[in-house]
Structure formats: C-alpha cells, structure tokens
C-alpha cells in the first residue's frame, strides 16, 4: 500500500542541472520544496575514483549510469500508420539514473549558441536574402536573442566555474580566444586548462596555416576551488570526473544555496 507523505508547495522532478537550478532559485521564497530522482547518489570518491572509472564492462556496455531501458523507456514508430512500440536499447539518447542525473557525469562542455543560431531565419533574409530558403524549409528564429540570454549564460559559466578564455569581450576581439564567438560582457571565471601536448602541436600547426585556435569551453576548474581540485588538462575528461574538479549539480548548488 503506497504511503502518503505530507504535502508540500513545490515538486521537482528530475535533480539534474535545471531541476536543481530551478530548485536553487526557489529556496530563497520560503516555500517548502521536493525533487525527486530516480536512482542512487554517486560522489567522486568511491563511485568515481581509479581504476572504477575505467571498468568499460560496466559503463560503456551496461551503461549502468544511464536509465535502464529494460525497465523504464519510451515507445516509438515511425510513422501514424505503425505501432508504437517500446525501445530496449537507446543509441546515443541516454538519460542519466542518479541523483544528479547525467551532470554527475557529463564531460562539461559549455558553448554558447551564437547569436545567428537564436535568429536564423532574419539573419539569412539579410544576408543572403529570400531565395536563399526553399519553400519546403520550416525556419523561424528563437523569439529570443543572444543578447536576451547573455547575462544567463554568464551565470551559469559563473555558477560551474567555467575554465577558457574570451575571443569577445564587449565586441573586442581576442587573440588565443573564440573570436567567433558572441560578444560576452566580461572573462571567464577561470584561465584556460593546461593544454595537452597533443594541443600544442594542434595550436601551432592551424597558426601555421593562417586560422584561430582556441581552446573550449569547459566546466573543469584550472585552479583548485574550495569544492573542487585542479583539471589534469583538457584532454582529461574521465580525469576530470575522477579527481573531483568538474561541476557537478547537486554539490555545487548546495555550496551555494541559502
């Protein structure tokens, strides 16, 4: 017989990056809140730590860290005419199972859309003008533009402790950054993470050839936090993940939290 916990005001499902982002910002209203997850809690040590974090058997056959989907799935079909049906085995479509969900374990890369991505269809209609779109083509712009989101991305690359360097900043174009990026309204919160030396070789050689390399976006803290050590480099993602220097949901936000 299910049992009937006492109500509350607020219910979240899913504690990843924006069900715990949504419940951050609502705890400072004073309302009573619950998320909730499907899965157990992980944490760097033990869950992630070497040599456990390379076990491929066990993540990249058995996928234990994502939904199982001889339990819980979806259906599908490819058209009305078919039955929908449901799947057993996802692809590249994997939701993540924990508390966290797939945060606790992404590989922390944060691009920015650019502004011509939230406004294709009018950016195309000025640049290249209405023959450019065949009539079969469904273009529409976001309703949003990138300077109505700029302030938010700065926030979340704030909140993760977003490791790189700008290309843009306030339409100054930088050298050694993304200069193709949007223009941001101030630097990263972190340097750029120590570069491989297979991004060394990487880096001199497209100089050589007259483009602009840069280094991407990640939430791997360069510099040790009072939460999270140092990245080993950027070409370290499992390293990142198992030494505790990439951003993670849950203990990032409640560090923060009121």
Partial sequence: ?????????????????????????????????????????????????????????????????????ARDTLTFRNNSNETALPMRQLGSFLPGEGVGGAGVHWNGQTWRWLPWDHEPLRRTLSRYGKSAIPPEMNLQDWGVTYDDLEPYYDRFEYLCGVSCKAGNLRGVKIDGGNVFEGPRQREFPNPPLIRSHAGELFDKATRRLGYHPFPGPAADASPPTSTRTASPSDSAIIAAIATGSAARPTPRRARISP
């Avoid at 049992?3 to 309302?31: F, H, P, Q, S």
Wanted: charged letters at 25%; hydrophobic letters at 40%.
């Fill in 1 to 69: 017989m299910a049992t009937r916990l006492k109500g509350v005001d607020i219910v979240i499902v899913g504690l990843g990056w924006t069900g715990g982002i949504l419940a951050k910002e609502l705890c400072g209203t004073g309302l009573s809140i619950v998320a909730l997850e499907r899965g157990k809690p992980r944490d760097t040590n033990p869950d992630f730590m070497m040599p456990t974090i390379h076990d491929e058997l066990r993540y990249a056959r058995r996928h234990e860290l994502m939904q199982n989907a």
